[in-house]
């Protein structure tokens, strides 16, 4: 079993099936892309992992842990932390107080009563979140406020703050959506050293360029199913997955 496994899981919106006996088993360590046409359940999906949505019926375990039933704020507790499809930064602080907030979030659950006593009394966690801006290369704006930034940057602040919570697994809803192809090779380079470090990571994601340089496993959804799931050279010009996406 893998460190996320999902098993028979259905999910329903009224009379609409969202997701349909979906079996899904990421492995530690990896890169599992999860890719579909629109409306697929791809995201759902996703929110099952988080506390966003409850599956109607069906497991959905992480690290043997059970999700079901587990709050959205519990999630980083835990160990996974999730990059949303739209950036969600605070746009009126500057980068570093982005990326010390979530450290505190991670560390202290009472963090709102706490953050700045312990923003002034604490070098390490400024130190770190510092350290975090560096990886993702945004060091030189750490005192910028975050609404400035460029589109690609957003993502890369966003970035940032999942990494200082130090997660066992990131979950990404279209990593690169939205941005021009030199930021999305940037993007790759960076999801890939993310990767060595042996964070396990699911992403969604639309442009292929992107799913085919990171992916180790490919889980392709439509119409709420599983259909096909494989590893990226099998996947391309897999008959079942081109009718998919030409019927969808
Ligand atoms: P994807 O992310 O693959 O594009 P979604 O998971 O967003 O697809 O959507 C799967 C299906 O479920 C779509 O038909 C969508 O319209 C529907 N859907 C998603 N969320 C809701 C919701 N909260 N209420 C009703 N229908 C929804
Ligand atoms: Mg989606």
């Not at 659950?109 to 312990?118: A, I, L, T």
């Not at 799913?211 to 897999?238: C, M, R, Y």
């Amino acid at each position: 079993m893998g460190i996320l496994s999902v098993k028979d899981v259905n999910k329903n919106f009224g009379g609409l099936r969202a997701l349909s006996h979906v079996n899904l088993d990421v492995e530690e360590g990896t890169v599992h892309a999860i890719i579909g046409p629109n409306g697929a359940g791809k995201s759902t999906l996703l929110n099952c992992f988080v506390g966003r949505l409850e599956p109607d019926s069906g497991s959905v375990t992480f690290a043997d842990r059970s999700l079901l039933g587990i709050r959205p704020y519990q999630i980083n507790q835990i160990g996974i932390a999730r990059v949303f499809q739209t950036p969600e930064i605070f746009a009126d602080l500057t980068l570093i107080d982005n990326v010390m907030i979530p450290a505190f979030a991670k560390r202290d659950g009472d963090f709102k009563v706490n953050m700045w006593r312990s923003v002034a009394n604490e070098r390490g966690v400024h130190d770190k979140a510092m350290a975090m801006l560096e990886d993702v290369g945004l060091d030189m704006k750490a005192d910028q406020i975050a609404g400035q930034l460029s589109r690609g940057d957003k993502r890369r602040l966003e970035l940032a703050m999942c990494l200082v919570q130090e997660p066992k697994l990131l979950l990404l809803d279209e990593p690169t959506a939205g941005m021009a192809r030199a930021d999305t090779n940037n993007t790759i380079d960076l999801l890939k050293q993310i990767s060595r470090r042996g964070i396990t990571m699911v992403v969604i994601e639309h442009d292929m360029h992107v799913v085919f340089s990171l992916a180790d496993k490919i889980s392709v959804l439509a119409q709420g199913t599983v259909i096909v799931e494989d590893v990226p050279e099998k996947i391309k010009g897999n008959p079942k997955v081109q009718e998919a996406y030409l019927g969808g």
